[in-house]
């Protein structure tokens, strides 16, 4: 029987970029979906058409009971679960002072309370099982120290995760080993153009480029070897060493007489 992934927020952008990795790799995949419905089952016909095995799972991730019905329906429908991965996240921007409450308590239960308790269900099942299997924490690189004013309460809810990684690891060894990776930017966000994202893409990193959706599925699918617990792994293309003061998102290109051409 092939392995089996759960990703959550795996209907677009870099969820889905994980899930039909795993695909490629051999897994069957439960895919998590919150409001687009259509496109989870885009991507679980191409996953399918790869030979796996694919479902699109509905939660609202900050329904408790929901986040437990959905670890329970990728063992009844798939057999077995082997990695979590907590991709999805609540992104908007924001800033400190003039946040709302709710934007607030939203953030906290999509990008810090749900993996917890996506976490512990799937400890429960496993522990009960006698079996075994991996947690991948999706952060973000500015939680490294790159912090900036932008997106407040998703950065808050962030932080939270990404000071997880350890304690779980020590919680729910040896039943989960528990990593966690640090992407940076990736794809363009809110009303971006494609040229201000190649832009920015240009001046965020040491190494004028990003690391794309495939490096972060790809780092992910290394941390679920046996040898790797506990760990942060940072696949940014070295953006979380420059400081900004801004989100790298509201880089806009300069007039061409000012700033040249860009390149890819």
Known sequence: MSKVALVTGAAKRTGRSIAEYFGRKGYD????YGTSQADAHEVTSAIEAMGQRAIALHADLANADDLRRLV???YEQLGRLD???NNASFFAQDHFPDFSEARLDLALAVNYRAP???TKAYYERARALGTQGVVINVVDQKV???FHRDHFCYTVGKVGLGNLTSMLATSTHPVLRVNA???GLMLPSDDQ???DFLYACQRSTPLGRIAAPEDVAEAIELLTGPAYNGVDFVVDGGQNLWRVDQDVLYEHRAPRDEAGPATH
Not at 29 to 32: E, F, G, N
């Open 72 to 74: 329970d329906a990728t």
């Open 144 to 146: 490294k120290g790159n």
């Open 29 to 32: 995949v439960a895919v998590h």
């Open 181 to 183: 990776v640090y992407p």
């Open 193 to 195: 153009t494609e040229e």
């Open 83 to 85: 990695v979590l991965v």
């Open 116 to 118: 917890i308790l996506l």
